[in-house]
């Protein structure tokens, strides 16, 4: 069994293109390292137990981009899938990758490439012993995925939702699924329910933890504090992170 950490790279980024950036946001630089870079270095100390993966397209000379930043981190145990074409949301660009790579019995951790957990650690609960977890901070807005607590004693989860505040708890872009065959059967769900049963118009991943919940299986939620993520999505996240004494 294979436990995955899969980023993600396949955004438009079409924020970053009207704001005049002429590169893929993970390559933009910040602190002496890019985006890309800043991404993947919380996650090094556990790199030896996950197999890596970085979904992207053929931009930029992207690939070449990866296997030349993962060298400067000294990293080996990492593959990359390239995409023929966008994608209908970041469900899908995870979906895409794993076929044909990752056996359903496999994990999967997914995290956004534009986001940064320094120091991240696997949460209190064992993730041999749950089906998922989402990692959250207390926030306000409407732009995130919110996980709505069953039980805030055992952090359990009653339901997620996409652009849909139900409560304060926030997504960190952070997600778990212990059997890549759950994931993979919720998604062909949703992909198969058609643009009407999407979630704001894309397939994201928060809300397929709805048909794992509908099925009793155990989701978590973890909180950590917001100021232990960093957000670089938008052009002024970027500036604002650029602006950070280090």
């Excluded at 985006?35 to 996650?43: I, K, N, Q």
């Excluded at 970085?54 to 400067?72: K, L, N, Q, W």
């Excluded at 919110?146 to 055992?154: E, K, L, M």
Aim: negative net charge.
């Amino acid at each position: 069994m294979t436990r995955w950490l899969i980023f993600p790279m396949a955004g438009l980024s079409e924020r970053f293109t009207r704001a005049g950036f002429t590169v893929p946001k993970y390559m933009l630089p910040a602190h002496g390292r890019s985006l890309f870079r800043h991404a993947v270095e919380g996650f090094l100390p556990h790199a030896g137990a996950m197999r890596m993966l970085f979904i992207a397209r053929d931009i930029a000379e992207t690939p070449a981009f990866i296997a030349a930043e993962c060298a400067a981190m000294g990293l080996t145990n990492f593959e990359v899938h390239v995409l023929a074409a966008p994608t209908r949301g970041q469900a899908e660009t995870v979906a895409l990758g794993l076929d044909g790579r990752a056996t359903a019995d496999d994990g999967a951790l997914i995290f956004n490439i534009d986001t940064f957990r320094p120091r991240w650690q696997p949460p209190a609960c064992s993730l041999d012993a749950v089906d998922g977890y989402l990692e959250v901070f207390e926030g306000e807005g409407k732009n995130w995925s919110f996980v709505g607590p069953r039980d805030p004693v055992t952090r359990t989860v009653a339901r997620t939702t996409e652009k849909d505040p139900i409560s304060n708890l926030c997504s960190t872009g952070l997600y778990y699924f212990r059997r890549v065959g759950d994931f993979r059967e919720a998604f062909g769900i949703a992909a198969e329910g058609g643009v009407q049963s999407w979630s704001a118009g894309e397939l994201y991943v928060a809300p397929l933890y709805n048909r794992l919940i509908a099925q009793g299986r155990d989701i978590r939620y973890e909180i950590i504090r917001r100021d232990e993520v960093v957000f670089c999505g938008t052009p002024d996240e970027y500036r604002d992170y650029l602006a950070v004494a280090r």
